[in-house]
């Protein structure tokens, strides 16, 4: 079993940079896959970025050059958001994907709102 907390989202103004942070508790080894999706109003769920456990990342085209992964030790990740747009709105979710049947563990999601 995996927990994820996340945090940091909120209102910023276009142009603007948010951090969000997803602590990760239970059984962190296991983990292969850590991402983060998003969730706009009317949109399906879309993966934004990820990162396997050899460090290689993946980004959504939409968001390269803006947005950057970390993890920090396992027990947590972020994703860093710069230069936000107000198509960026939308609810963010941190995601890990653990064990050899890749079960799938979601945070609670975190509201991001960008003003024009």
């Known amino acids: 079993q995996v927990q994820l907390v996340e945090s940091g989202g909120g209102l910023v103004q276009s142009g603007g940079s948010l951090r969000l942070s997803c602590v990760v508790s239970?059984?962190?080894?296991?983990?292969?896959?850590r991402a983060w999706y998003r969730q706009a109003p009317g949109k399906e769920r879309e993966l934004v970025a990820s990162?396997?456990?050899?460090?290689?990342k993946t980004s959504a085209d939409s968001v390269k050059g803006r947005f950057t992964i970390s993890t920090d030790n396992a027990k947590a990740m972020y994703l860093q958001m710069n230069n936000l747009k107000p198509e960026d709105t939308a609810v963010y979710y941190c995601?890990?994907?653990?064990?050899?049947?890749?079960?799938?563990?979601w945070g609670q999601g975190t509201q991001v709102t960008v003003s024009s």
């Open positions: 990162i396997i456990r050899n460090g290689a």
């Open positions: 239970g059984s962190i080894d296991t983990i292969k896959f």
């Open positions: 995601n890990v994907q653990a064990g050899y049947v890749m079960q799938s563990y």
